[in-house]
Structure formats: structure tokens, C-alpha cells
């Protein structure tokens, strides 16, 4: 039987975390229905499991199914894929509604403050993640990370080589870095492409030269 403290406490530790957590940093309003409205399903089907007899196994089944439909989906990002398994932990916890009901409050409080925490401006506010494409072939690993840092203007932390076609005369990285600290109002000075510069990723026109 569901336990209407139990709706109570999902509601508000999902409406945190997706409209406080999520919202304010990744704007998509799509994720914010699919979120709440996975939570709540979740939170419906573990309620009515908790009151027939089934196995431990037939949760975590239902766990890995959801999880097997979401991912399967249109693409999200790591971060969304964590937010995703946020609501879904919320929901289950809650819908298994467990005695003494402090041990639900606890653990979805636990969940929201993480994602509250890690989201903080100081942990990632200068940090930037970007598929690149170079318009030029490198076999140089320093050699790309010189060419990335002239490029962005920014302090280059890991490059990730994934391709480098000698025919086309293309690198594509995956590289991480941090932007520099700059006064508030400041605008940052941009730098003409030209040359052998950066192609967004898939672009194809060095192949039809």
C-alpha cells in the first residue's frame, strides 16, 4: 500500500532536484518531464511491488529495463545520464517506502545534496569538454595540444585523439580544458579561422578538394 508521506517526500526531493539541481545549469525542458515523470512511475510500480510477493530480482529487473529503454533514447549527456539515475533511485527508494520513514528522508536528501554539491560553479564553472575537429593531419600529440591552446585561448588539461585521417587531412580530438579567469563584464577577444583551423566535427569539405 502506498504510504502518502512517502508521495510527500518523492515529490519534493524530485521537484528539487530537477527544477533546483537541473533546470537552472541545463535548460532542457524535456529532461525535466522525463525525469518527474519516470520518478513518479517508478515510485506507482514499486509501490504496488512492495504489496505482492516477488523476488528481489523482479526489482532490479524492473531497474534494468528502464534503464536498458531511457539509454536507448535520443542521446543525453553523461551529467543528464546521472540526473536520470537520481530520479529513478528517488522513486524506488521512496516507493519501497521503508520503516522508519527517517531512512527515506535521509537517503533522498543525501541524493539531492550530492547533485546540489557537485553542481556548484566551483567545481566545473571554467571547465569546457569538445569534440574538435582540426583541419589538418598531426601525428604530434604536443604539437595538437600547442594548436588547441592557441585556438581556444585556454589552458588545455587532456586530449584525446580519436582519428587521424591522412587522406582527408583531418584530426578529430576530444579535448578538455579550462578557460581562463576573466573580470566580470569582460569580453573575450576571438581569433579569425583561417588556414588549417578547426572544422566542427564531421564536416567534410577537406574531402572534396
Not at 566545473?124 to 574538435?132: E, K, M
Amino acid at each position: 500500500m502506498l504510504d502518502p508521506w512517502m508521495m510527500v517526500i518523492d515529490l519534493a526531493a524530485i521537484l528539487v532536484l530537477v527544477l533546483v539541481a537541473y533546470f537552472p545549469r541545463h535548460r532542457r525542458r524535456d529532461m525535466v518531464l522525463a525525469y518527474i515523470g519516470l520518478n513518479v512511475g517508478v515510485l506507482a510500480v514499486a509501490s504496488v511491488l512492495v504489496g505482492v510477493s516477488v523476488g528481489v530480482g523482479v526489482g532490479l529487473g524492473l531497474f534494468g529495463v528502464l534503464s536498458i529503454v531511457r539509454l536507448r533514447s535520443t542521446e543525453i549527456s553523461q551529467e543528464e545520464v546521472a540526473y536520470y539515475f537520481g530520479a529513478l533511485a528517488i522513486g524506488l527508494i521512496c516507493g519501497l517506502h521503508p520503516d522508519p520513514r527517517w531512512i527515506a528522508v535521509a537517503l533522498c536528501g543525501l541524493i539531492v545534496a550530492a547533485f546540489l554539491t557537485t553542481g556548484l560553479p566551483v567545481f566545473q564553472a571554467d571547465y569546457r569538454q569538445q569534440l574538435v575537429t582540426l583541419d589538418q593531419a598531426y601525428l604530434d600529440e604536443a604539437v595538437v595540444v600547442a594548436r588547441l591552446e592557441a585556438m581556444l585561448g585556454a589552458t588545455v588539461s587532456k586530449v584525446v585523439v580519436q582519428q587521424i585521417d591522412l587522406v582527408r587531412d583531418l584530426t578529430v580530438v576530444d579535448v578538455r580544458y579550462r578557460l581562463p579567469r576573466r573580470p566580470p563584464g569582460e569580453v573575450p577577444m576571438t581569433q579569425p579561422l583561417t588556414g588549417h583551423d578547426a572544422l566542427p566535427a564531421g564536416d567534410d569539405r577537406r574531402g572534396n578538394r
